[in-house]
């Protein structure tokens, strides 16, 4: 029961908040009407069930005329059934489509913001691919929510109808026994009742397994997706390097633990459905034996037969729902798990953030930049830098060097407000804007003029600023071409990424911009010129640089030096202030 609660409570937090957004209404008419239409199916299988009682009660007293008026009843039955097939289908992907568009834009909209879809990594690395937890576990939840929620609405609706037909027939229904007759009010009901008991219970008892199995499916079907694309994302570096034993291996790994996780999750769905193939062929035979004394005994009609065992057998049915739903509700409940995980690790995310023990971030008057006592961790605790107080003026600029490993980029991160773990303190500038340019230039899907405008839309970006900005950073070249669109990474040249990254900060005219070793594929002229070119364009701006100091130390006024973990001020480099403009 405590399973079941646990369940339901999941299940109601990811579905309501839908039912309660601005769409609402039209949610709440599409529920509405698919509920209707559930009923309407229902009351055609009634229908169905008087229907074959006059039609057989036609047939055994050879009477054509009824007969023949029974099947044009049947046909307008037909068509009933048609139509309202049709529509709980067209309202059922409705409802599904809309509900994803807006639950997808929802966790998008939660992941990609605050840093979040990067933080969740070090707070929640157990939570794995959340990205296609949006795009595949978000459509199976809805899908088999849909399928499931109408099924169990027809169950419930067909065992109100039919009960009341199985009480009525009960009474008229000997159940002649060695000679006797044990029929009682409602028999029917309970024999039915017994056995769909009966069968479920088997039925758990054997799939009860196929929900972590089906969980572990989807994790393992997400990493070897992951990894497939991953392979082709990095398909020059692979090639390059004559890599591709290590990517078959590693593909073969992975889709090895699919494979054998698939195959037990086979092993255990034949089980299920040989017993559900067993059953069902059984209930389609079981009340006919159970009724077949009466009618031999002519206590019944022929018509009477029918309906009583089609009326037995839909409530059978109706009451053996999780025995023919069993392997959906296995897969939905695997799925809805998943998808409650990642909102569950968005809102770790967020909580880990407002720890008082995590690295404050906050703003204060006045235009430089401050950091206390702070201390980097790793994910595991344990401290990867620390140093005690750091201030920088408007204009300043700071080298960060050391060794790999030392803390550089983490540190960068945590000016960025984006690495979690650690405590101290930093303070920036009020409504200061801090722009980052990451070791690899990242470049979205779409035009290159949304590429060199990243991360700003391009609709918001300035035509004439964008090609000054190319101009400057000596990529004059490229002004023609920014309405293609083309895979830019592999189109431009590694120093022509780290230009393009530059113009960035062009356009973004930052109050803070933190540089992780921008210039590594550049020549030392070219290197001098772009920090020159941020002298004349960002004259206020505070930079901050990680690169070894042999070859930007000249361009910074301050230099900080990792040592097993303490970052340690030295000197201003010679010549700083000569060659920093």
Known sequence: MRAAARTARTFFSLALPYFRSEDRWIAGALLAGIVVVELGLVAILVAVNEWNKRFFNALEGRDWSAAQLELAVFCVIALAAVVAGTLQYFLGQRLIIRWRRWLTERYVAMWMAHGRHYRVRLVEPDVDNIHLRIASDVLIFLTRTHELFTSLIGSVVTIVSFVAILWFLSATTPLPLFGGNFAFAGWLIVVAASYAVIGTLFTHLIGRPLIPLNFSQQRYEADFRFAIARATDQSEPVALMGGEAVERRELRQRFGNLVRNWTRLANRQSGLVGFIAGYARMSTVFPILVVTPAYLSGAITLGALVQTAQAFQ????????????????????????????????????????????????????????????????????????????????????????????????????????????????????????????????????????????????????????????????????????????????????????????????????????????????????????????????????????????????????????????????????????????
């Open 314 to 581: 839909n409530v059978e049915g109706a009451l053996a729902y999780c025995i023919s739903a069993y392997s959906k509700i296995a897969e939905w409940k695997a799925v809805m798990d998943r998808v409650a995980q990642f909102e569950a690790a968005m809102t770790a995310v967020d909580v880990h953030r407002a720890r008082e023990t995590a690295i404050d971030v906050t703003s204060r008057t006045g235009e430089g930049l401050q950091v206390d006592e702070l201390v980097l961790r790793l994910p595991s605790g344990a401290a990867m830098m620390s140093f005690d107080a750091l201030e920088l003026s408007s204009g300043e600029r700071l080298l960060v060097a050391g060794a790999s490993g030392a803390g550089k980029s983490s540190f960068i991160r945590a000016l960025s407000g984006l690495w979690p773990l650690g405590e101290g303190a930093i303070s920036l500038p009020e409504n200061a804007r801090v722009f980052s340019l990451p070791q690899r230039a990242y470049f979205p899907l779409g035009s290159l003029r949304q590429a060199i405008a990243y991360p700003t839309l391009v609709e918001h970006a300035d035509d004439d600023a964008i090609r000054d900005a190319l101009r400057a950073v000596g990529l004059a070249h490229l002004c023609d071409r920014l309405d293609e669109e083309s895979d830019w990474p592999a189109v431009l040249a590694g120093g022509e990424q780290q230009r393009v990254a530059f113009a960035r900060a062009l356009l973004a005219k930052p109050d803070i911009l933190l540089l992780d070793e921008p210039v590594s594929a550049l020549e030392e002229g070219d290197i001098d010129a772009l920090y020159r070119l941020l002298a004349e364009r960002l004259p206020q701006a505070i930079v901050i640089s990680i690169g070894r100091a042999a070859l930007l130390g000249h361009l910074h006024e301050r230099a900080i030096h990792l040592e097993h973990g303490v970052a340690v001020v030295t000197k201003p480099p010679p010549r700083a202030a000569a060659r920093a403009v």
